[in-house]
Nanobody, 123 residues
Framework: QVQLVESGGGLVQAGGSLRLSCAAS????????MAWFRQAPGKEREFVGI????????RYADSVKGRFTISRDNAKNTVYLQMNRLRPEDTAVYYC????????????????WGQGTQVTVSS
């Protein structure tokens, strides 16, 4: 059974930092593209960042580029999202997702999802 478990969310002031983690089990982690998405209240889930199976390639949404960094440790079956210079508009539930075959920002293409972790940025 595949499980993705996010952690590291919380309440932070604007300008602060958080590091999210997503621990994967039940899959060959190094074979999967991993991504982070987020969903704010009343809004659709949106792409945040993606990392290739090797970690050599990444891509980010324009809204987080230069502030967020995605990384992975295949030995630990974990993907990370380092979030710096947080803004109130970054407030959302953050989800990690895994895809076996594609390099895509389209959420419908992803095979597995975590349960999400809440990030709240106060002004």
């Amino acid at each position: 059974q595949v499980q993705l478990v996010e952690s590291g969310g919380g309440l932070v002031q604007a300008g602060g930092s958080l590091r999210l983690s997503c621990a994967a089990s039940g899959l060959t982690f190094r074979s999967y593209t991993m991504a982070w998405f987020r969903q704010a209240p009343g809004k659709e889930r949106e792409f945040v960042g993606i990392i290739s199976w090797s970690g050599e390639s990444t891509r980010y949404a324009d809204s987080v580029k230069g502030r967020f960094t995605i990384s992975r440790d295949n030995a630990k079956n974990t993907v990370y999202l380092q979030m710096n210079r947080l803004r109130p508009e970054d407030t959302a539930v953050y989800y990690c997702a895994a895809d076996r075959l594609s390099w895509t920002t389209v959420l419908a293409e992803y095979d597995y999802w975590g349960q999400g972790t809440q990030v709240t940025v106060s002004s």
